[in-house]
T-cell receptor, first 113, second 110 residues
């Protein structure tokens, strides 16, 4: 079974530029999470989807961050414009219905210069 | 005060040692407790999951929860170099999001 796929793995951009991250969860997993992990910290939730519905986006900085999961499968997280403080690893995780086990992708390491 | 706290380490032990990793939390409503392992440049992977006080064992790993003290521990017996990673404790209520600690970096030296 393929795991959670994320791309790109690494991204370097200049501040004020836009950037997008893509996640393909494990097949059949209805719940999808986006997390941000700063250096030396644990992951912090940005948004949670149940199928195509964002059920918890309270931690998403909506002035510059947006996310979508149009068909309830893969998802995109976008930052526009990026700031220096956005440098972090962006992790995607998915969960099968009825389970609490989150399966994480390898993350996208973003560096904003 | 952060909701979940861990000593960040780094912790360095010789191969074969018993490792003790500890975590404290502040919210007595937390009911579920997890330990994740994260290798460098990888996503976290679930190691242990428990929802009650006491011990849960899985091979060389034992998770211990003391709800009265709000204290979570992970013990690794016969530690191996392949155990070198960052260990994240995490907790949640029955309906809320998972809260992760900052992680403890462990190195097992051959």
């Amino acid at each position: 079974e393929a795991g959670v796929v994320q791309s790109p793995r690494y991204k370097i951009i200049e501040k004020k530029q836009p950037v997008a991250f893509w996640c393909n969860p494990i097949s059949g997993h209805n719940t999808l999470y986006w997390y941000r992990q700063n250096l030396g910290q644990g992951p912090e939730l940005l948004i949670r989807y149940e199928n195509e519905e964002a059920v918890d986006d309270s931690q998403l900085p909506k002035d510059r961050f947006s996310a979508e999961r149009l068909k309830g499968v893969d998802s995109t997280l976008k930052i526009q414009p990026a700031e220096l403080g956005d440098s972090a690893v962006y992790l995607c995780a998915s969960v099968s219905g009825g389970s609490d086990t989150q399966y994480f992708g390898p993350g996208t390491r973003l560096t904003v210069l | 005060q952060k909701e979940v706290e861990q000593d960040p380490g780094p912790l360095s032990v010789p191969e074969g040692a018993i490792v003790s990793l500890n975590c404290t939390y502040s919210n007595s409503a937390f009911q579920y407790f997890m330990w994740y392992r994260q290798y460098s440049r990888k996503g976290p992977e679930l190691l242990m999951y428990t929802y009650s006080s006491g011990n849960k064992e899985d091979g060389r790993f034992t998770a211990q929860v003391d709800k009265s003290s709000k204290y979570i521990s992970l013990f690794i017996r016969d530690s191996q170099p392949s155990d070198s990673a960052t260990y994240l404790c995490a907790t949640k209520t029955s309906y809320d999001k998972v809260i992760f600690g900052p992680g403890t970096s462990l190195s097992v030296i051959p």
